[in-house]
């Protein structure tokens, strides 16, 4: 059971090693969304004017106007940085699943012992971990570049308990939520790139979480993070159900373009 | 006593929608047979291997292989067949080796690794099995898909169209493939459109269009199927003498030998009793009679004659 879920694993990673666009893809991307963290944060005080900044992070006693609206910008880092997983594991699930589908190696594996969950789980897995690593790989890269650019005092004040809980808890379940959609997605798709259309729906509430905090209209508490954080467990939850069911060997065959 | 089928298909029926691609196929295939499903393309010849080998559930009637219902415990049975697919279907950015690997991690091998190295060795892929696949010429990765199919040593082995799309060699390659696992004593069901294939490599063939017109071993089809047919050559051929033989009353169809060297195929009643008369008649209507012999026909046509009677 565990010997066949490393074995799909392994072989997903050892196709994605042979595919030099694809790491290009998740060794680039990921860097310019850091980069782009840190220009914003740097660029926005300098031109928008802190008396515009209505509620948000307390952020303690004898700190500037520019350095609050510098915290506020680099709290949005923690949902900034969902895109990361959100695009990794969506790239990941599409590349997979188009590439079985154009190389008809479904079939064959279909007449292997191994069984759908066991298939999906691999799969799921190969994405989701490579998705969640390089993810936390950027949240340290971007503490480390925050740190040498001065702002250790702002970093401090953004480093709260939603933070981390963003980063341990709803990377993981961005990141599944997204390979999975990119599965479904896959599985009615003829190539890559109309099965990438499908990441949108995961990109799109990012946004809207950013959106909604940065506006003030809603503020994430740890218990709201992990309230958030619980409800996309529950669609990855319907999400691995509706997989499963496509993943099904007579789906496969039968429904599968 | 006759041995139990070990694969076998009771009023197998499958429909897509309104499309019925398999029509309550009826048939045992004994241990160590090789069986040869002949058709069309739409004659669900893949639909009914997906069936046994339990990719796809019936939509009516039962089947077993190897005493195990496909559509309950398709896992299970993976474990003793082998399926060589109609697209060989690989990673292409993989090793043969690493895809072969791949496959045999699903199944329970004692020595995964050697069973790849053997698989490989038995295909005479072992020189290239370093190399990507995407390298490969369309035979290769059908002998690499055999491989694959063999790679855990099943006694009971579905191929189909083993030799569709490979040029002549490729295709000889392959056929004596298949005739050292029919050594093996492997049962092994094989699906193909080449009729010299099915006859050189099946004990018995089954032509299939949805249902199953005809079953038999090759040569008995040939026999049941035969018509009272002769050849005739005549010295300057013309189409008034033609028209002659067709008008003589034991004479059911008579037409030009269009396969031949311009010679007549004549229907006879009854080859054997009436081919000296049919000789006298060439001869009294001033015929230069060169040659009379009996027509063997080929299973190609007794195939075609099938197939056209069996989809009207």
């Known amino acids: 059971m565990i010997a066949r879920i490393r074995n799909v694993m392994g072989k997903e990673w050892a196709t994605m090693a042979r595919s030099p666009s694809s790491l290009l893809f998740f060794g680039v991307i990921p860097l310019l969304l850091v980069g782009q963290a840190l220009f914003l944060s740097w660029i926005i005080p300098r031109f928008v004017s802190p008396a515009s900044l209505a509620g948000g992070p307390s952020v303690g006693e004898g700190v500037d106007g520019v350095e609050r609206l510098r915290v506020l910008i680099l709290s949005q880092f923690r949902f900034f940085i969902l895109l990361i997983p959100a695009m990794v594991a969506n790239v990941f699930a599409t590349l997979s699943i188009v590439e079985e589908k154009l190389t008809r190696t479904l079939e064959p594996l279909l007449a292997t012992p191994v069984r759908t969950w066991e298939l999906l789980t691999g799969k799921v897995l190969s994405g989701a971990i490579p998705a969640v690593l390089i993810t936390w790989g950027c949240a340290g890269l971007f503490l480390l570049l925050a740190g040498a650019l001065g702002w250790g005092r702002s970093m401090v004040a953004v480093l709260s308990a939603s933070w981390f809980l963003s980063l341990f808890l709803l990377t993981p379940a961005v990141s599944i939520l997204s390979f999975l959609l990119g599965v479904i997605g896959s599985s009615r798709a003829a190539d890559a790139k109309s099965a990438q259309n499908l990441a949108v729906l995961v990109v799109l509430p990012i946004f809207a979480l950013i959106v909604v905090q940065v506006t003030g209209l809603v503020w994430f508490t740890p218990w709201l993070t992990v309230l958030l954080a619980a409800g996309i467990a529950g669609i990855d939850g319907l999400l691995v159900v509706l997989a499963v069911r496509l993943f099904a060997r007579e789906s496969i065959v039968v429904r599968w373009r | ?312």
């Open chain 2, 1 to 312: 006593m006759k041995p139990e089928p070990i694969i076998v298909a009771d009023g197998l029926t499958r429909r897509f929608g309104d499309r019925v691609a398999v029509d309550r196929v009826s048939i045992g295939i004994e241990d160590r047979e090789i069986l040869g499903l002949l058709g069309p393309n739409g004659a669900g010849k893949t639909t009914l291997i997906r069936m046994w080998t339990g990719i796809i559930a019936p939509s009516s009637g039962r089947a077993s292989v190897a005493g195990m219902d496909p559509a309950e415990e398709p896992e299970r049975l993976h474990e003793v067949i082998g399926l060589l697919t109609e697209a060989p279907g690989f990673y292409d950015r993989l090793s043969a080796e690493r895809n072969l690997a791949y496959f045999a991690g699903f199944y329970p091998l004692r020595d995964a690794k050697q069973s790849v190295s053997d698989a490989l060795a038995r295909m005479g892929l072992t020189p290239r099995r370093r190399d990507r696949v995407g390298t490969f010429s369309r035979g290769m990765k059908q002998r690499l898909a055999l491989a694959r199919a063999l790679v855990h040593e099943p006694r009971i082995l579905f191929l189909d169209e083993p030799t569709a799309g490979l040029d002549p060699e490729a295709a000889r390659a392959l056929r004596r493939e298949i005739l050292d696992l029919r050594g093996d004593g492997r049962t092994i069901v094989l699906s193909t459109h080449n009729l010299t294939e099915a006859e050189a490599l099946c004990g018995r063939v089954a032509v299939l269009r949805t249902r199953i017109i005809a079953v038999g071993e090759p040569k008995r089809l040939r026999e049941a199927s035969a018509r009272p047919a002769v050849r005739l050559r005549i010295r300057h051929p013309g189409a008034e003498g033609l028209e002659a033989i067709r008008r003589l009353p034991f004479v059911r169809a008579a037409d030009w030998d269009r396969a031949g060297d311009g010679g007549w195929i004549v229907d006879l009643t009854d080859a054997e009793a009436d081919r000296p008369a049919l000789a006298a008649a060439v001869i009294e209507r001033g015929g230069e009679l060169l040659e009379i012999s009996e027509v063997r026909r080929t299973l190609e046509e007794v195939y075609l004659d099938l197939v056209q009677e069996g989809g009207g």
